[in-house]
């Protein structure tokens, strides 16, 4: 079964780094694109970012844009988030997700979704 | 950026009831719109997609309708295990921008 497993949350201060990973299993992950979204405490569903199957396209939501970078190692079934210059309205439950169908932009499975905390 | 606006935020349903949620588009999204289903400390879980799509596992309770800007998420007979947040999802532009709703939570009357 798909399964998806992001890792590395936590408590970071302002301005400074983190990276985010989301390990992959149960489906041929070379040939989906897969996504980032953001939950704020007690708020709704942000998406952050994309990235195509082959890794060769990125896109972002205008809030990260410039600070956060999306990767994959298809590989080791991984996806990547790298943040930087982080903010304390970054805090968020972030959630890797796949896509539904290629080129089709919905998520058909989520991660149970890592804590970052951004305070000094 | 496509803004999507759902209404009501909140819907007070007696379990066996009918529920109807609405998700309006600023522009048109053609079909390409999901519905999620969100409980609380959980991952939000595919319910639609291409506006009237059960995805897979997903009870014939639940059924969309729309196209363009109106959108519709009826949940024929609520039963426990329904009450929960529901988000709507457009995934119509290029690149993408994707957005979603401000959600509307199902609660128990």
């Known amino acids: 079964q798909v399964q998806l497993v992001e890792s590395g949350g936590g408590v970071v201060q302002p301005g400074r780094s983190l990276r985010l990973s989301c390990a992959a299993s149960g489906f041929t992950f070379r040939t989906y694109g897969m996504h980032w979204v953001r939950q704020a405490p007690g708020k709704g569903l942000e998406w952050l970012a994309v990235i195509s199957f082959d890794g060769d396209n990125k896109y972002y939501a205008n809030s990260v844009k410039g600070r956060f970078a999306i990767s994959r190692d298809n590989s080791k079934h991984t996806l990547y988030l790298q943040m930087n210059s982080l903010r304390a309205g970054d805090t968020a439950v972030y959630f890797c997700?796949?896509?539904?169908?290629?080129?089709?932009?919905?998520?058909?499975?989520w991660g149970q979704g890592t804590l970052v905390t951004v305070s000094s | 950026e496509i803004v999507m606006t759902q209404s009501p935020a909140t819907l007070s349903v007696s379990p066996g009831d009918r529920a109807t949620l609405s998700c309006r588009a600023s522009?048109?999204?053609?079909?390409?719109l999901a519905w999620y289903q969100q409980k609380p400390g959980q991952a939000p879980r595919l319910l639609i997609y291409?506006?009237?799509t059960r995805a897979t596992g997903i009870s014939a309770r639940f059924s969309g309708s729309g196209s363009g800007t109106e959108f519709t998420l009826t949940i024929s007979s609520l039963q426990s295990e329904d009450f929960a947040v529901y988000y709507c999802?457009?995934?119509?532009?290029?690149?993408?921008?994707?957005?979603f709703g401000g959600g509307t939570k199902v609660e128990i009357k």
């Open positions: 522009q048109s999204v053609s079909s390409n």
């Open positions: 997700a796949k896509d539904g169908a290629v080129a089709d932009h919905y998520f058909d499975y």
């Open positions: 291409d506006a009237s």
């Open positions: 999802q457009q995934y119509d532009n290029w690149p993408p921008r994707l957005t």
